[in-house]
């Protein structure tokens, strides 16, 4: 069988593009935006030289059957993720475009990503460990790492271009965005995240944490950028879950893992992957896409 081709980086070069992030390339149409996932895999704060096979499918498709599943609590930025109806001028990327890109439309990006965690993780834990709060949230004594939250919560953080995101307060949220729409925010991440953890339990799935971005749009606050996928989420398998230590998940961990283990000093040069950890990668990202969508395969 065919390798499957590892898509780093996407050049149309009649069309404007607008930026570059760490995973997504993204161009002006018009006056919407084309959004184009590729393959690269990005490690504290780093792109990794090789990416993974199938990571920029996964990532636009699931996004694409959350968005289509969370519609109902918040419209989102979806034009359409079917490259046959994109304008013509994008025909004759189709083939590239298929299964990895998303026409949507332009909205003012608020700046800041809306954390929820229902489970202590990452550098929620960190933090509760030393002042047993996060982001300003306090919590009952006696938890440890990978405990369910007596209740979801929502704690926002920075939305850095280069380097870490950092966690702020609710009031620094209210600071940043204004009072009405942090609210707002507060409860559109905490109704999607319910939701969403409701669906994925009946798949044997535990969301242990994820973030959101919104944007406005005509006075509307809409769903943006990819939605609980495993770049942006913590997903546990439900029945391995043991509190206490950490656990196994569906997401880059595995690479951050990896990179540990060769003691990488989290400075250029950035290390390249062996082939058995972008295996294992890719399967981590296919697995959790098959468990929450169903489906088989990538485009059934």
Known sequence: MAATPVIRETQLSDLSLVSRGKVRDIYQVDGDLLLVSTDRISAFDYVLPNGIPDKGKVLNQLSLFWFGKT???VPNHVISGDARDFPAPL????ELLSGRSVLAKKVEMFQAECVVRGYLAGSGWKEY???????GVPLPRGLSESSRLPEPIFTPSTKAVHGHDENISFRMLEDLVGAGSARQLR???LAIYHAASLYAE???VIIADTKFEFGRLDGTILLADEVLTPDSSRFWPADDYSPGVKQDSFDKQYVRDYLERVHWNKLPPVPTLPDDVVAGTREKYLEIFRRLTGKKSLGE
């Open 187 to 189: 409860e559109l991440s």
């Open 71 to 73: 519609r109902d609590i």
């Open 129 to 135: 460990q030393r002042a047993q709060s996060v982001s």
């Open 202 to 204: 009946s798949a044997g």
């Open 91 to 94: 025909q004759k990327y189709r």
